[in-house]
């Protein structure tokens, strides 16, 4: 069986090395015909950026984006500078020069690559998720019977901050980078998913279909081993299973089609405020436009997040979405579960995350309450301040660096839930409910706590649950999302994620320190 692992796990390292290296091969040569239907489709009225392009780009043969890339954004730069000199801003390019360079990328793709999409997904993916399994799939043997182990957790170099996380942590950042900020590097990824996506929307494939159809993909290999790993636990054999249908069916292939029958594009689970841009003005204008569908839509997300989410939170606690529903969470829970160990549960951390996840939600709010101002006022700018310009700020430092880059890129070294434990502003909403209005609870059963830690150990929230169970004390904390992990990891059966009455949920618990003078007189008072 390790023979078998071994083997998988070369394959794995050939198929993401292939991956990695595609971006940077390639062959991209711009037709005539291309461009113009590229200045039609974007009505490019700014005669020296089409001029610059003609000269400089097309019909000439380029080897990776890394050739082509400069030379549009140069071309944009070029132009813009020249318009607003000038005064002629209806000549401006407002498209950024990423998203300008992977469009004409796109339109330009030749060579094996762009050819030959079934070969490279399978020299990529394919060998991706055939290694995986083959690594992860012997354990269901080699970890002999059922029962959580984390034997060698600290001992492992990719489990414990070693060169192998680095290495993983610097994959992740890098992935997110190029997502985010330099998108034109994701074109020979698309040409690899065309096929894909193509079948579902009946569009080829941008860079957000490549993380889409990543992220399942991810999930699905990842929740193998969460099955394998948890096979003695009901609750997260269930849990696991939910969070990959919610992420399969209403984040990825429901929003797909819905494009293919003409209708917006959206996650029905999606809630304000993670679903941060709902009510930016393009997507409400998009809705209202969209007739019936539109409108239900527009209803749907309006009765999700004000009456759905906190009657949910009431009788199932804030579990219900973040481990059960939300795709943040069900990537933290499958490709971030070996990490979880890594969470803080200092002080200062939790100090840290109230303040954190606290102001990003009021930065939503605040950002949401001025869009919705200058929408019904008609009006693009609130007190002097361009609604557009907190629209992007937030878009930059929460949606893509925090949530991103940060979010996922640092599962290695600070922990799997940093975004939803830090900055998530819809887990603040559904803690706020938790904390004070819900029946859901960790009961502890204090008489058969040993102490051993590995509750608090494995915490991705970082909550110290073994001083609630020492004192046979509820749990009930904003920041929990009732993944049961300290449950399944208890070797004593201390913990259990129940449902009660509101009466006697929070029932603290003092404790009696040896070095108490008045030690006496408290327990007589007992």
Request: charged residues 15%.
């Amino acid at each position: 069986m390790k023979i078998i692992q071994k083997i998988g796990l070369i394959i794995f390292l050939i198929g993401l090395a292939v991956f990695t290296a595609v971006p940077l091969l390639g062959t991209f040569k711009l037709d005539q015909n291309s461009f113009d239907s590229i200045v039609a489709d974007k009505n490019i009225k700014s005669e020296v950026f089409i001029a610059d392009i003609n000269q400089n780009v097309v019909g000439k043969e380029f080897s990776g984006m890394q050739g082509l890339s400069p030379l549009v954004a140069n071309a944009l730069d070029n132009a813009n500078e020249t318009h607003v000199k000038n005064k002629e801003y209806d000549k401006k390019i407002y498209t950024s020069s990423s998203d300008m360079a992977t469009l004409i990328g796109k339109k330009s793709g030749t060579g094996f690559i762009a050819n030959n999409k079934g070969i490279m997904w399978f020299l990529t993916f394919g060998l991706a998720i055939i290694g995986a399994l083959m690594y992860i799939l012997p354990n269901a043997i080699l970890l002999g019977k059922k029962g959580i182990k984390n034997d060698g957790v600290y001992h492992e170099s990719a489990t414990n901050k070693g060169w192998i996380a680095w290495m993983v942590f610097i994959f992740l950042v890098s992935f997110y980078l190029v997502l985010y900020f330099a998108s034109e590097y994701a074109v020979n990824w698309t040409f690899i998913v065309d096929p894909i996506s193509e079948s579902l929307s009946g569009n080829p494939a941008g860079h957000w279909f490549v993380y889409g159809f990543m992220y399942c993909v991810v999930m699905t290999v990842m929740a193998a081993r969460m099955y394998i790993k948890y096979r003695h636990n009901v609750y997260q054999m269930v849990r696991t299973t939910s969070v990959l249908f919610f992420q399969i069916v209403f984040a990825f292939l429901i929003p797909e089609i819905m494009v293919r029958l003409q209708m917006p594009y959206y996650d029905f689970k999606n809630a304000f405020p993670l679903d941060y841009d709902f009510f930016f003005q393009w997507n409400l204008k998009s809705l209202l436009n969209s007739g019936g569908i539109g409108l239900f839509i527009l209803v749907w997300g309006i009765v999700l997040t004000l009456v759905f989410v906190p009657v949910m939170v009431y009788f199932f606690g804030k579990r219900w979405y973040c481990s059960w529903v939300c795709g943040c969470g069900g990537l933290a829970e499958t490709l971030g579960d070996p990490y979880r160990q890594h969470s803080s549960k200092s002080l200062f951390s939790w100090k840290v995350e109230r303040w954190l996840i606290h102001g990003v939600l009021l930065f939503a709010l605040v950002m949401t309450a001025l869009t919705l101002y200058s929408f019904f006022a008609e009006t693009g700018t609130v007190l002097g301040i361009k609604t557009s310009s907190i629209q992007n700020l937030y878009s930059l430092l929460i949606g893509s660096i925090f949530a991103g880059v940060i979010g996922t890129g640092f599962y290695p070294i600070f922990g799997n839930r940093v975004w939803c434990r830090f900055g998530c502003p819809l887990a603040a909403y559904l803690g706020f409910v938790q904390r004070f209005k819900s029946r859901f609870r960790i009961t502890t059963n204090g008489g058969q706590c040993i102490s051993c830690g590995n509750c608090s150990t494995y915490c991705e929230q970082g909550i110290d649950v073994r001083a609630y169970a020492q004192k046979g004390e509820n749990i009930v904390r904003s920041s929990c999302v009732g993944c049961g992990v300290c449950s399944a990891v208890c070797p004593r059966g201390v913990l259990k994620l129940e449902n009660g009455p509101e009466e006697g949920r929070i029932n603290s618990t003092e404790v009696l320190l040896g070095n108490d003078v008045d030690l006496m007189e408290l327990v007589n008072k007992k």
